[in-house]
């Protein structure tokens, strides 16, 4: 009777369908009562053990696996089980969540189970093989520029220690003149003034100025920090050309995929080298893949479209329209509504790296000449610069998928067209407003 119970309620979608508790040591699976007489069991975490689990879950006739996104130890059951042909499905630990009853390791599994068998846990984008493995570099690489940042802290201190005001006089002490002084230093240079010789002819700085900054106070302890702290960024620099040339090798395996373009690749907005910049074409490449320039998009340029590319994939159809697409980014309006009540209507929180990316181009674009800094800077004005972020973010996102989706090639209008567009706009719905009250709005001469 019990059983029975269990089982009526919710219809069953999902009649083979298998629930996984990932762990870091063990793995619990259970499966639907019928099929084994040993509906839950136990893998260990090795490599051997899981390949028995996706032989095991085939043998009893599972076609579909649900599992938690714990950590980063579902990495390998998940590619492991996909390999086998089996239909993975990571769910989202806020879906499932709320287990009912005690909390072990065997609930959560027969509870992950019967959420997946009605239907209730929606999978979590997962691109393909070929783009999850361009993904996994181009994150390999924003670690190893994290890491070289701190070493560039560590110089900047070391130089602070010996009370040489380099920070002071150049923009940046890993540019040319920054990095030639520093050498010379831990070559073993002393003298300001051969120091200074080494300045770039487009240093702002005079090099008198210079001179007087880099009159310092040399220990031994604080320069062998500095030579120690600039081995590291030398190191790491090395391991970002080496990861540079994987990441062409894998788009150019992507690109050849695909058919070349029809038309020619469009000429660069601009020809300034953006910082940390990768070290080969990008956008050539990535013309082939896609088929359109993202790079005309005010507020990408080459690498955040090769990150949004490795990101969210080639085939954004997952995504019915760009509705869905901005609310999976969390950039959308929330939409909390009780008896009629709008709750809330904040954005949720979000570590979606695409997210903070955009977020960051729509910061730089507010400070440019276009019809998305006009928005921007429109909305900064009225709402605040945070929610002016996330609006400008979001039609960035928008632009990108009707780019990826439809093909769309983007035409910036201008900040003066948008501005008028604005104003009809305005025009128009204060004439609509007069009018339901009996009045007529009349231009006032000598005023545009």
């Known amino acids: 009777m019990k059983k029975s119970a269990a089982q009526s309620g919710l219809p069953i979608i999902n009649e083979r369908a298998a629930g996984i508790d990932i762990g870091s040591r063990f793995h619990v699976v ?12 136990t893998f260990q975490a090795f490599t051997g053990d899981i390949e028995k689990m996706a032989t095991w879950l085939i043998d009893v006739g599972i076609q579909t696996v649900a599992m938690e996104s714990t950590g980063v130890y ?29 909390k072990t390791d065997v609930n959560d599994a027969q509870w992950i189970q019967r959420l997946h068998a009605c239907g209730l846990l929606r999978a979590s984008f997962q691109p393909d093989r070929a783009i999850s493995a361009l993904r996994s570099y181009l994150r390999l690489r924003e670690r190893h520029l994290d890491y ?81 702290a600039l081995a590291m960024y030398d190191a790491y620099q090395e391991q970002l050309l080496i990861c540079d040339q994987q990441i062409a090798r894998s788009l150019s395996s992507l690109s050849l995929q695909q058919p070349p373009p029809t038309e020619p690749l469009p000429k660069a907005r601009h020809n ?25 998009i005010h507020g990408i340029g080459p690498y955040l479209a090769l990150r949004l590319v490795a990101e969210c994939g080639t085939d954004l159809s997952r995504w019915p329209t760009a509705h869905h697409f901005t609310s999976w980014l969390t950039l959308a309006p929330g939409c909390r509504i009780s008896g009629g009540k ?67 090639a983007y035409q910036d209008p201008g900040a003066d067209h948008y501005e008028q567009k604005y104003r009809e706009r305005v025009l128009k719905s204060l004439h609509r407003r007069a009018a339901e009250f009996g ?7 000598g005023v545009s």
Not at 76 to 96: F, K, Q, S
Not at 439 to 445: A, D, K, Q, R
């Open 74 to 102: 579902w990495i390998p059951v998940y590619e492991i089980l996909e390999t086998h042909g089996l239909h993975v499905i990571l769910a989202n630990a806020r879906d499932a969540r709320a287990v009912p009853g005690r």
């Open 439 to 445: 009045f007529s709005l009349l231009p006032v001469e």
């Open 272 to 296: 300034t080298r953006q910082p940390n910049a990768l070290a080969f074409e990008v956008r050539p490449l990535l013309y082939q893949l896609v088929g359109v320039d993202l790079t005309q």
């Open 342 to 408: 709008v709750l809330s209507a904040h954005t949720r929180k979000t570590k979606n790296r695409v997210t903070a990316h955009l977020r960051l181009a729509a910061v730089t674009i507010g400070r440019t000449s276009t019809a998305l800094g006009a928005f921007y800077r429109r909305l900064s004005a009225r709402i605040g610069k945070a929610k002016a972020v996330t609006a400008t973010a979001r039609k960035i996102a928008i632009l990108f998928y009707n780019a990826m989706r439809f093909g769309m």
């Open 148 to 228: 070289a940042a701190a070493h560039i802290q560590h110089m900047q201190k070391a130089l602070t220690h010996m009370n040489l005001q380099l920070h002071h006089v150049v923009s940046d002490i890993t540019g040319v003149t920054g990095m030639r002084i520093i050498r010379a230093i831990v070559a073993g240079e002393r003298d300001a003034s051969r120091l200074a010789s080494l300045r770039d002819t487009r240093c702002k700085s005079s090099e008198q100025t210079i001179h007087d900054a880099l009159i310092g106070n040399y220990q031994p302890e604080h320069v062998f920090a500095l030579t120690q």
């Open 30 to 41: 259970a499966i639907p009562s019928g099929l084994s007489e040993e509906p839950i069991r």
